[in-house]
């Protein structure tokens, strides 16, 4: 055997991140060190795999490339003169991988939440909190798109209910969908990549360049598109019951430059934005940076004017029905367009102003879960509140499927009578050979008549070119 056979094969270099557990970092740095004793042996510390040290030293790494960590800094671990990774304090050695210092990886935006999560206890709390929410979310946000989809074919397939107003309901729901379907997508593609038994160097969207950028991306442009549409549902409504903006006819262009147009031109400038001025990983906090106003500033000025909406047609509405009436049906009408525009209160956006406010971290974990569990509930079962009012309570698509079943049952009848018929007819072989006799009789009559009929008509037209009474009888 030569001695280029016996060589040990070339040690493929890894990121320190990318060992996953304490003897991948021992096996990986059996041959690392050849220096004095004592020294520190190589350990993990569950983030990231430290080589071997020089006792006394203090050991530094770049930053790992997380989410929420800025990877141009550095993380420290020290070794004690007798070849001990330090703890906390220097004469803690209670762990024998020893303390890491982190501090200096996080972003100021997470080591100021991290500041505010308080006590150790406290953010363990709080952690499972914010775990319990994204299990609500992932509920709600199926409930929500289940409802959408309904909702959709029911208004594209009912052609009775293809009109101005449902028009600018689907276009809502789409937006809706859009938003519903990316987030799904997002979440339970991280539930699939950080399980515990999933393999160390999965890829999922959360840490593939451009394509994590390219989902949030859609999650805002979809979150944009519902606020417009939004915009357009409360000036419509405004429109029947006051003077409208706009004379003439609805122009639908208009409207799908204001639904749709509008937000893709806000969304591409703060994703510029973002991508030239924020550099973290996926874009991590950027709903903490000064930019995304780009896209929050419109929205809160889509809730203001159309709770103003919203006040001018009660306001109308309150004023029709304290005035004269005819009959009480007129009455009754205004009443229930009343309590419809209070229940339209949500639908405008107005619950989305909850979602806009900053996270009570600070507070109790009492405080942060009623806040955190509300919050969630009302963002991902909008899309179910929207179809129960504007679709599956709505009277007029109550009655169209209720006619529809009627038909459906109607028919569905029909057929069962018609072949219980035949069936009993087949079965009874002297029904059969009744219904066989009849049906024979039934033609020689009918052809009697008919040549009685042809034989009158053929005396009809011969008197009526000239012949005599008699030859006609012949």
């Given at each position: 055997?030569?001695?280029?056979?016996?060589?040990?094969?070339?040690?493929?270099?890894?990121q320190?991140?990318?060992?996953?557990?304490?003897?991948?970092?021992?096996?990986?740095?059996?041959?690392?060190?050849?220096?004095?004793?004592?020294?520190?042996?190589?350990?993990?510390?569950?983030?990231?795999?430290?080589?071997?040290?020089?006792?006394?030293?203090?050991?530094?790494?770049?930053?790992?490339?997380?989410?929420?960590?800025?990877?141009?800094?550095?993380?420290?671990?020290?070794?004690?003169?007798?070849?001990?990774?330090?703890g906390?304090?220097?004469?803690?050695?209670?762990?024998?991988?020893?303390?890491?210092?982190?501090?200096?990886?996080?972003?100021?935006?997470?080591?100021?939440?991290?500041?505010?999560?308080?006590?150790?206890?406290?953010?363990?709390?709080?952690?499972?909190?914010?775990?319990?929410t994204?299990?609500?979310?992932?509920?709600?946000?199926?409930?929500?798109?289940?409802?959408?989809?309904?909702?959709?074919?029911?208004?594209?397939?009912?052609?009775?209910l293809?009109?101005?107003?449902t028009?600018?309901?689907?276009?809502?729901?789409?937006?809706?969908?859009?938003?519903?379907?990316?987030?799904?997508?997002?979440?339970?593609d991280?539930?699939?990549?950080?399980?515990p038994?999933v393999?160390?160097?999965?890829?999922g969207?959360?840490?593939?360049?451009?394509?994590?950028?390219?989902?949030?991306?859609?999650?805002?442009?979809?979150?944009?598109?519902m606020?417009?549409?939004?915009?357009?549902?409360?000036?419509?409504?405004?429109?029947?019951?006051?003077?409208?903006?706009?004379?003439?006819?609805?122009?639908?262009?208009?409207?799908?430059?204001?639904?749709?147009?509008?937000?893709?031109?806000?969304?591409?400038?703060?994703?510029?934005?973002?991508?030239?001025?924020?550099?973290?990983?996926?874009?991590?906090?950027?709903?903490?940076?000064?930019?995304?106003?780009?896209?929050?500033?419109?929205?809160?000025?889509?809730?203001?004017?159309?709770?103003?909406?919203?006040?001018?047609?009660?306001?109308?509405?309150?004023?029709?029905?304290?005035?004269?009436?005819?009959?009480?049906?007129?009455?009754?009408?205004?009443?229930?367009?009343?309590?419809?525009?209070?229940?339209?209160?949500?639908?405008?956006?107005?619950?989305?102003?909850?979602?806009?406010?900053?996270?009570?971290?600070?507070?109790?974990?009492?405080?942060?879960?009623?806040?955190?569990?509300?919050?969630?509930?009302?963002?991902?079962?909008?899309?179910?509140?929207?179809?129960?009012?504007?679709?599956?309570?709505?009277?007029?698509?109550?009655?169209?499927?209720?006619?529809?079943?009627?038909?459906?049952?109607?028919?569905?009848?029909?057929?069962?009578?018609?072949?219980?018929?035949?069936?009993?007819?087949?079965?009874?072989?002297?029904?059969?050979?009744?219904a066989?006799?009849?049906?024979?009789?039934?033609?020689?009559?009918?052809?009697?008549?008919?040549?009685?009929?042809?034989?009158?008509?053929?005396?009809?037209?011969?008197?009526?070119?000239?012949?005599?009474?008699?030859?006609?009888?012949?």
């Amino acid at each position: 055997m030569n001695a280029s056979d016996e060589q040990e094969p070339v040690q493929v270099r890894l990121q320190p991140w990318s060992i996953k557990s304490n003897a991948s970092c021992v096996h990986y740095h059996r041959n690392s060190w050849d220096g004095s004793e004592p020294f520190c042996a190589a350990t993990f510390d569950n983030i990231m795999c430290w080589p071997p040290s020089e006792s006394g030293s203090t050991v530094k790494l770049p930053c790992p490339p997380f989410k929420g960590i800025d990877p141009s800094k550095f993380a420290y671990k020290s070794c004690s003169d007798d070849g001990r990774w330090s703890g906390k304090s220097p004469d803690d050695f209670s762990r024998p991988q020893g303390y890491t210092n982190y501090s200096n990886c996080f972003l100021p935006v997470l080591k100021n939440l991290l500041e505010k999560l308080g006590s150790d206890e406290e953010r363990k709390l709080k952690f499972m909190i914010a775990e319990g929410t994204r299990t609500m979310e992932l509920i709600g946000w199926s409930i929500s798109l289940l409802s959408l989809l309904v909702s959709l074919f029911i208004f594209f397939h009912f052609k009775k209910l293809q009109n101005h107003r449902t028009r600018i309901h689907r276009n809502l729901f789409v937006a809706m969908l859009i938003q519903v379907l990316v987030r799904l997508t997002v979440y339970v593609d991280q539930a699939i990549v950080r399980k515990p038994d999933v393999g160390d160097h999965r890829r999922g969207i959360d840490n593939t360049p451009v394509l994590c950028e390219t989902f949030y991306t859609m999650i805002e442009y979809g979150r944009t598109s519902m606020f417009m549409w939004m915009f357009i549902e409360g000036l419509y409504l405004n429109n029947l019951v006051s003077v409208p903006f706009f004379q003439g006819p609805i122009s639908y262009t208009l409207y799908y430059l204001l639904g749709w147009g509008l937000p893709m031109l806000m969304t591409a400038l703060w994703a510029l934005v973002t991508a030239i001025y924020h550099q973290t990983q996926c874009w991590w906090g950027y709903s903490f940076t000064p930019f995304y106003w780009v896209l929050e500033g419109p929205r809160f000025t889509v809730i203001a004017v159309n709770i103003l909406f919203l006040l001018n047609i009660l306001r109308i509405l309150i004023t029709k029905l304290r005035g004269p009436h005819e009959n009480p049906r007129e009455a009754a009408k205004v009443k229930k367009s009343v309590r419809a525009a209070l229940v339209l209160l949500p639908l405008l956006g107005i619950t989305n102003s909850f979602n806009m406010m900053t996270s009570p971290v600070h507070r109790s974990p009492l405080e942060f879960g009623l806040w955190s569990y509300i919050t969630t509930f009302l963002r991902s079962c909008q899309g179910l509140f929207v179809c129960c009012i504007y679709c599956f309570f709505n009277d007029e698509v109550k009655r169209t499927l209720r006619h529809f079943w009627r038909l459906k049952a109607a028919a569905r009848r029909g057929g069962r009578r018609r072949s219980t018929r035949t069936a009993s007819l087949f079965d009874n072989p002297s029904l059969l050979e009744l219904a066989r006799r009849e049906t024979g009789l039934a033609v020689r009559l009918h052809a009697s008549r008919d040549s009685q009929v042809t034989l009158s008509s053929g005396r009809r037209a011969v008197v009526g070119l000239g012949v005599g009474r008699e030859q006609a009888e012949l």
